[in-house]
């Protein structure tokens, strides 16, 4: 199983940018997907999250700039971010929780990471 996320980029304050993250491999189910993100010298925290019916959740410093949303077919998720700011500038990640073929139970997956630079 891959997670592959791409879209990242250098945007002025203000702007947009939307963020893909595709699963791919021997997937049967996969339920909450997620996209966190750690800045240099902190922590890595999450940003928002979806269930597989389409539930989402956010961090308070990005609702009502961020969308999250999945197309559960096409095993993706897009993080539609806009308004950008320095603060938003991190290293982003998505997560999901898949159960695969042959497996027991559903366990999480990890993406590269995409970097997000939010610079004038």
């Known amino acids: 199983v891959q997670l592959q996320a791409s879209g990242g980029g250098l945007v002025q304050p203000g702007g947009s940018l939307r963020l893909s993250c595709a699963a791919s491999g021997s997937i049967f189910a996969i339920k909450d997907m997620g996209w966190y993100r750690q800045a240099p010298g902190n922590q890595r925290e999450l940003v928002a999250t979806i269930t597989n019916g389409g539930r989402t959740n956010y961090v308070d410093s990005v609702k009502g700039r961020f969308t999250l949303s999945r197309d559960n077919a096409k095993n993706t998720m897009w993080l539609q971010m806009n308004s950008l700011k320095p603060e938003d500038t991190a290293v982003y990640y998505c997560?999901?929780?898949?159960?695969?073929?042959?497996?027991?139970?559903?366990?999480?997956?990890w993406g590269q990471g995409t970097q997000v630079t939010v610079s004038s």
């Open positions: 997560n999901a929780e898949i159960f695969t073929f042959g497996g027991s139970r559903y366990e999480g997956y």
